[in-house]
């Protein structure tokens, strides 16, 4: 593999001293592209565009010709895993994604294979090797996985939820079978992002996307436990360098110091954090990954600014700081506010 020119953000995720704060954004290859949305339409499908490893590959560089990224993220979705066991992922405009097989009794768990990416998930693997041979050490690539409990919500529902009540429901009437379905899919996830750390993602985030929706006793149990066994299972050095590990529970904000005991190298944080009181919780021990509103990005140049510098100032001194938003960015910004976002945190951070 070719030699990384631009490692500031490997270098922050492991705590050591850098130049100024790296950069990137979830979701930075989307909607509010409008050469993501030509490809999208070329394409077909969104799941079309995810297995199509040319245009899976054009995508994700798309946002680091426009802006000083630093890093890339591979093009997928979270719900490749549920698909490739079988459940019939599908998209529907305007609607999010959607199964036409969910998981709903003792025999669909059972009846769950864990993956096998080299046999299930190729396209993926082969999008990640395309991505760093044409960044050519340009940025690191991210690898990701949604966390167990996350994929178990859109499995047991069939759909994006508002209060996850069968996926609740199992857990508290079920709690025996929810395991079996979450060991499942954390055995998968290691695979997964092992053969994505293989192919060449030279760190990877787990997105726990609705881990914040459980009591304090549920997540310990249903979500992060399941995410520290993922950590436990995943290949730490590769290709001459560390592979850090982030996780990222929105509404996780709780759990801080419970997250860095897995033994992650950075935790993600999401806009309603204040980061000073994150650092002054774990920032001995881990990196921190955001977090600013992705809504600021609608608001004027000054107030986008203003906003990056607070968080900046809320940060302080010392290496650690992965400047992102704290969740993804919305289909509806402007391009040339992004600019300003990503311009906005190298200027307040050069040394």
């Not at 954004?25 to 969104?46: C, H, I, K, N, S």
């Not at 998209?91 to 003792?106: A, D, H, L, N, Q």
Request: glycine fraction near 8%.
């Amino acid at each position: 593999m070719s030699e990384l020119k631009n490692d500031r953000f490997l270098k922050a995720l492991m705590r050591q001293p850098v130049d100024r704060t790296p950069v990137w954004m979830m979701r930075q290859a989307g909607r509010y592209l409008p050469e993501y949305r030509a490809v999208r339409t070329q394409a077909g499908d969104f799941m079309s565009l995810c297995k199509n490893t040319e245009l899976a590959c054009e995508v994700t560089l798309q946002p680091l010709e426009r802006y000083a990224m630093d890093a890339a993220i591979l093009f997928s979705d979270i719900l490749t895993i549920p698909d490739a066991m079988g459940l019939g992922l599908y998209f529907e405009t305007g609607e999010g994604p959607k199964f036409r097989k969910p998981v709903r009794t003792e025999a669909d768990i059972e009846n769950l294979q864990v993956i096998n990416t080299a046999n299930d998930l190729g396209y993926v693997t082969d999008a990640v090797t395309m991505i760093r041979r044409e960044l050519n050490g340009r940025v690191p690539l991210i690898g990701f996985s949604g966390s167990p409990w996350t994929l178990a919500t859109y499995m047991i529902e069939g759909q994006s939820s508002r209060d996850f009540a069968r996926a609740k429901t199992m857990l508290y009437t079920q709690p025996e079978l929810m395991h079996q379905l979450l060991e499942k899919l954390a055995l998968s996830v290691i695979d997964y992002l092992n053969a994505q750390i293989r192919a060449g993602a030279q760190a990877v985030q787990i997105f726990d996307t609705w881990g914040g929706a459980l009591s304090h006793s549920a997540y310990a149990e249903f979500s992060l436990a399941y995410m520290k066994k993922i950590v436990d299972g995943l290949i730490t050095h590769h290709d001459g360098r560390d592979v850090p590990v982030i996780l990222f529970t929105k509404g996780g904000g709780l759990w801080l110091e419970a997250m860095a005991d897995t033994g992650c190298h950075a935790l993600g944080l999401d806009w309603t954090m204040d980061i000073a009181a994150a650092k002054s919780r774990v920032g001995h021990q881990v990196a921190l990954q955001g977090n600013m509103d992705p809504a600021v990005l609608r608001a004027d140049p000054a107030t986008i600014e203003a906003q990056v510098e607070s968080i900046m100032r809320g940060y302080g001194q010392g290496s650690g700081h992965i400047f992102n938003l704290g969740h993804g960015i919305t289909p509806d910004i402007d391009p040339d506010h992004v600019k300003v976002f990503v311009d906005a945190v190298h200027r307040f951070s050069e040394n």
